[in-house]
């Protein structure tokens, strides 16, 4: 029996040498078309997120859901034989959105109703909701100019348009996103009884798309309830409004701030074979709102970062650094993830070298966006043309991901997976931000991108490369 065994273990370690050496003599070209042969034809990312989806559904921080995607995706980790999975302890926010929401308002012929959702933080209404005159302006900014003669007893529909000719979706969203967060605490300043903000997406259609908002340091007493409008419903009362600027707007909410909860951040962990204190990190936010599934934001981004730990454990990559996937939890409305991580990290002194974060949508990716220095950027640059035959080669310097943004130093290199995101805002934040949504295709395509940047970075480093070459070779 103890022939057998050792005969058993010596072929073991004999395939594992062959694997390696196989692997070591393979181009980086020939590493990284495995991984998308992989991912297009044993993916997982798919069929894990028809599990967040369509079993478990929304995930707003606090709530039941989030907790049951907490325990899912920390046992599908551990089925992937990672070295480590843990959970990372983390206080978020409890915001409930209650009854559905309701709201109309009346012109001379006609009740008028409209499709409204409270934005996350929001109070309710009082009893039997609010009733009152509107007044419509463009931006919170414009509050200032009308003075509280013209605002107090009223409810403000801010009523800023998406910037079309914008070719960046997310420019675009940005530009309008600060009406939706402030707008209800700017305007209580000047006594308003409420707000209605246009949702911020590029489409006409009947989704209102929430979001967070905040109410600063305003006193509670002041604190005025804040709802999105659909597109279509934000045309609807801004023409009505041209006619008649007496139409009185009546919505009801019913929401509620609770206590802080704990919840947790989910974290799967492969170590470095010969750098185990040097940490390369991918992630994506395990939190969603409550209104779809969240299956673009960010369930694609969940499930895409596991499966970048098991194509490179299928590909037969045995990382340098110690690979780890973080799922934070709380990116919506707070970051307390994100924040929490790179807290523990710091108190850990643990030399984080670079993070990736995909928090785009699971559509067709098209590159990455970097957070570095010149030097760095110019580095990883001479990847680009590995990515070219996948059609996949924006490489800029930008943005990263709000969960690995804590992180950030002078040492540490931050990117984004950047997908096409024309029709992401279609869905962002709405009811219809639903599996049904999400091609597998596409979504495969982004774990496998993400993937092979990982294994560049784990191979090279972020300070070792010098050219395209070099790289090759």
């Given at each position: 029996?103890?022939?057998?065994?050792k005969?058993i273990?010596?072929?073991?370690?004999?395939i594992c040498?062959?694997l390696?050496?196989?692997l070591?003599?393979?181009?980086?070209e020939?590493?990284l078309?495995?991984?998308y042969k992989?991912?297009?034809?044993?993916?997982?990312?798919y069929?894990?997120?028809?599990?967040?989806?369509?079993?478990?559904g929304?995930?707003l921080?606090?709530s039941?859901?989030a907790?049951?995607a907490?325990?899912?995706?920390?046992?599908?980790?551990?089925?992937?034989?990672l070295?480590?999975?843990?959970?990372?302890?983390?206080?978020v926010?409890?915001w409930?959105?209650g009854e559905?929401?309701?709201?109309?308002f009346?012109?001379?012929?006609?009740?008028n109703?409209v499709?409204?959702c409270a934005?996350g933080?929001?109070v309710?209404?009082?009893?039997?909701?609010?009733?009152?005159?509107v007044?419509?302006?463009?931006s919170y900014?414009?509050?200032?100019?009308?003075?509280e003669?013209?605002i107090?007893g009223k409810?403000?529909?801010?009523?800023?348009?998406?910037?079309q000719?914008?070719?960046n979706?997310?420019?675009?969203?940005g530009?309008?996103?600060?009406e939706?967060?402030a707008?209800?605490?700017e305007?209580a300043?000047y006594?308003?009884?409420?707000?209605?903000v246009?949702?911020?997406?590029?489409?006409?259609?009947d989704?209102?798309?929430?979001?967070?908002?905040?109410?600063g340091?305003?006193?509670?007493?002041?604190?005025i309830?804040s709802?999105a409008?659909?597109?279509?419903?934000a045309v609807?009362?801004?023409?009505?409004?041209?006619?008649?600027k007496d139409?009185e707007?009546h919505?009801?909410?019913?929401?509620q701030?609770?206590?802080?909860?704990?919840?947790?951040?989910v974290?799967?962990?492969?170590?470095?074979s010969?750098?185990?204190n040097?940490y390369?990190i991918v992630?994506?936010h395990l939190d969603?709102w409550?209104?779809?599934?969240?299956?673009h934001?960010d369930?694609?981004?969940v499930?895409?970062?596991?499966?970048?730990?098991?194509?490179?454990k299928e590909?037969?990559?045995?990382?340098k650094?110690?690979?780890r996937v973080v799922?934070?939890?709380?990116?919506?409305?707070?970051?307390?993830?994100?924040r929490?991580?790179a807290?523990?990290?710091k108190?850990k002194?643990e030399?984080?070298?670079?993070?990736?974060?995909?928090?785009?949508?699971?559509f067709?990716?098209?590159?990455f966006s970097?957070d570095?220095n010149?030097?760095?950027f110019?580095?990883?640059?001479?990847?680009r043309?590995?990515?070219?035959?996948y059609l996949i080669?924006?490489?800029?310097?930008?943005g990263?991901?709000?969960?690995?943004?804590?992180?950030?130093?002078d040492?540490?290199?931050?990117?984004?997976l950047?997908?096409?995101?024309?029709r992401?805002?279609d869905?962002?934040?709405?009811?219809n931000?639903?599996?049904?949504?999400?091609?597998?295709?596409e979504l495969?395509?982004?774990?496998?991108?993400?993937t092979?940047?990982?294994?560049?970075?784990?191979?090279?480093?972020?300070?070792?490369?010098t050219?395209?070459?070099e790289?090759?070779d």
């Amino acid at each position: 029996m103890n022939n057998y065994l050792k005969t058993i273990s010596r072929i073991a370690l004999l395939i594992c040498f062959c694997l390696s050496f196989s692997l070591k003599a393979q181009s980086d070209e020939d590493v990284l078309k495995n991984i998308y042969k992989q991912s297009l034809t044993n993916g997982k990312s798919y069929e894990w997120l028809d599990y967040l989806s369509n079993k478990i559904g929304g995930r707003l921080s606090g709530s039941t859901n989030a907790e049951l995607a907490v325990q899912y995706t920390k046992a599908e980790l551990e089925k992937l034989g990672l070295d480590k999975v843990w959970l990372q302890p983390v206080m978020v926010p409890k915001w409930v959105r209650g009854e559905q929401e309701m709201a109309y308002f009346k012109t001379s012929n006609d009740l008028n109703k409209v499709n409204i959702c409270a934005l996350g933080g929001s109070v309710a209404t009082p009893e039997g909701g609010v009733k009152a005159k509107v007044i419509e302006v463009n931006s919170y900014q414009d509050l200032e100019k009308l003075g509280e003669e013209n605002i107090k007893g009223k409810i403000v529909f801010i009523n800023r348009s998406w910037e079309q000719e914008l070719v960046n979706t997310f420019q675009a969203y940005g530009g309008c996103a600060a009406e939706r967060y402030a707008g209800a605490a700017e305007a209580a300043k000047y006594g308003a009884v409420g707000t209605i903000v246009r949702s911020l997406s590029s489409r006409l259609d009947d989704y209102p798309h929430t979001g967070s908002m905040g109410y600063g340091d305003l006193p509670v007493e002041q604190r005025i309830p804040s709802a999105a409008i659909s597109t279509n419903d934000a045309v609807k009362l801004s023409e009505a409004l041209k006619k008649d600027k007496d139409i009185e707007f009546h919505f009801e909410m019913s929401c509620q701030q609770f206590d802080d909860v704990m919840s947790y951040n989910v974290i799967g962990e492969i170590t470095g074979s010969e750098f185990p204190n040097e940490y390369i990190i991918v992630g994506g936010h395990l939190d969603s709102w409550d209104l779809g599934d969240g299956a673009h934001d960010d369930g694609a981004g969940v499930v895409q970062s596991m499966d970048v730990l098991r194509l490179m454990k299928e590909s037969g990559i045995t990382p340098k650094r110690s690979i780890r996937v973080v799922l934070f939890m709380n990116e919506e409305n707070g970051l307390r993830g994100g924040r929490k991580y790179a807290e523990v990290a710091k108190e850990k002194n643990e030399k984080h070298i670079f993070a990736l974060e995909s928090d785009a949508g699971g559509f067709t990716p098209r590159g990455f966006s970097f957070d570095c220095n010149d030097l760095m950027f110019s580095k990883i640059e001479a990847w680009r043309p590995l990515f070219k035959p996948y059609l996949i080669h924006y490489f800029e310097k930008g943005g990263s991901g709000a969960d690995i943004g804590p992180l950030k130093n002078d040492d540490i290199v931050l990117a984004g997976l950047r997908p096409d995101s024309q029709r992401y805002f279609d869905h962002h934040h709405a009811a219809n931000d639903t599996f049904e949504h999400v091609n597998k295709r596409e979504l495969e395509l982004g774990a496998a991108t993400m993937t092979a940047l990982m294994f560049l970075v784990d191979k090279y480093g972020t300070e070792t490369i010098t050219n395209t070459k070099e790289i090759k070779d």
